[in-house]
């Protein structure tokens, strides 16, 4: 008897989202909208809940083991600064090129005019909420921003998924205490945060399984609500093309050009070493699978040393994210502007930091970095239930930024070696 081959998450989510609209669809040529408003996306309204809800400690505990596991610093301190630097001034890097990307492009402006003030009546509250914030903000000392990041109580800013920053730092404070202590004190410490990051993980894979009805709903209502309004299809699609863009600028020229100008490695050697890592990167989604593999190759054919590999390429999985880096920009803009919310320069700062920052706490799993986008989303005021039009086709993007994490951790490795002395 054979065994049937279980359907995977990425395609029971792409049948939801077209099961959706097909329903919002159907319904509002019956006009029953409102049925699909009272007893339809509810439960996608709890699907988004649900993700809010662990979407806090995924980023404490995920962060506190990321940095609190980079504790070999202390003995390899020159190197370990440095690849720091350089995996921070690539993820920014592809931040700023998946922002100039949507905003050059403009995805979520690809719908009539119609759809667009719909989507903001359906939202209103969330962009009333934004421009009072947005004001508030302007009459603000210029350094006051950077108050707000440092917060006064631990309580209150772990109990607003707005609050990312604070998160963010109160985390990496205890994280570089835990360095500080010593790996022998903090071992109890650390073994407690890995079981409790172990735990959220998988709080976080059974919330997933939700996601194919979680999708389904939350499609129906937001084409119910919109009374069957296709013209958002449109502007999906040329927002996957975007992220795609942003992808392959990062891979083709990106690193090659780092390869090029801090490396005595050839291009063409780089890439002749790659596609097999890449490969198995696309195929996985998963850089932590990978890294065996990506370790084996750049030692082989690009002859990095394993003194270098075996600490640039573990905390490159740990810390470096440029794929999903450059999505989640692009994902945030997309969701604004289909939501017809204006980000000012304050937001864009703010999406620039909090996206570079969670990428260390980003988790090698389907579904972590969504959890992470939603709360870039709370931080800069756009309403997350704007996720559900891009989850559909989220997997396929994501096997394509796992190619560029790797690609990107293959090339600090061969930058660190450039600038390292040769041991005899």
């Known amino acids: 008897m054979y065994k049937q081959k279980k359907i995977p998450l990425y395609i029971q989510i792409l049948i939801g989202m077209a099961a959706g609209i097909l329903t919002g669809i159907l319904f509002s040529q019956l006009g029953l909208n409102k049925t699909v408003i009272f007893w339809i996306k509810p439960f996608g309204d709890m699907f988004i809940r649900l ?6 400690p995924l980023v404490i505990f995920s962060l506190l083991k990321g940095v609190g596991n980079l504790s070999d610093i202390s003995r390899l301190s020159k190197m370990g600064i440095k690849t720091i630097v350089i995996y921070l001034a690539t993820t920014i890097s592809a931040v700023c090129i998946g922002l100039a990307l949507a905003f050059l492009i403009k995805p979520g402006n690809n719908i009539d005019e119609e759809k667009s003030a719909q989507l903001q009546q359906i939202y209103q509250n969330a962009v009333t909420q934004k421009h009072e914030t947005t004001t508030i903000i302007q009459e603000k000392a210029p350094l006051e921003f950077l108050t707000d990041i440092v917060p006064d109580n631990l309580i209150a800013a772990m109990g607003n998924n707005g609050n990312m920053l ?9 994280g570089i205490a835990v360095v500080l202590c010593g790996k022998k004190k903090m071992e109890p410490f650390m073994k407690l945060i ?4 172990t735990l959220i993980l998988k709080t976080v894979d059974i919330i997933m399984k939700f996601a194919p009805i979680g999708v389904f709903a939350l499609m129906s209502g937001i084409i119910a609500d919109t009374s069957g309004n296709l013209s ?8 996957a093309l975007t992220v795609i863009a942003g992808l392959s600028i990062l891979i083709f020229i990106f690193y090659p050009t780092l390869i090029h100008c801090f490396t005595r490695i050839k291009v063409k050697q780089f890439f002749k070493a790659m596609p097999s890592v890449q490969l198995l990167a696309f195929s996985t989604s998963s850089s932590a699978a990978t890294l065996p593999l990506t370790m084996e190759k750049v030692e082989k054919e690009l002859n990095i ?16 994210m440029d794929g999903t880096s450059c999505y989640q920009a692009i994902a945030a803009i997309f969701i604004a502007q289909v939501m017809g919310i204006d980000l000012g320069w304050t937001e864009i700062l703010t999406l620039i930091a909090t996206t570079t920052v969670s990428s260390i706490g980003t988790p ?7 959890v ?21 086709i989220d997997r396929p993007l994501d096997m394509m930024r796992t190619v560029v994490n790797v690609t990107g951790d293959a090339t600090v490795a061969s930058i660190i070696a450039a600038g390292e002395p040769t041991e005899p």
């Not at 958002?232 to 927002?239: D, E, K, R, S």
């Not at 870039?376 to 005021?381: D, K, M, P, R, T």
């Open 194 to 197: 890995d079981a409790l990051d």
């Open 232 to 239: 958002i299809l449109n502007a999906l699609g040329i927002y």
């Open 305 to 320: 040393p394993n003194r270098i590999t075996s600490f640039v390429l573990p905390v490159g999985v740990t810390i470096n």
């Open 372 to 392: 992470i986008l939603m709360m870039v989303l709370a931080s800069i005021g756009v309403p997350p239930e704007g996720m559900a039009l891009i989850l559909g």
């Open 364 to 370: 090698g799993i389907p579904g972590g970095s969504v």
């Open 166 to 174: 604070q998160i963010i730092l109160i985390s990496l404070l205890i």
């Open 51 to 56: 993700l809010k809800l662990v979407a806090v």
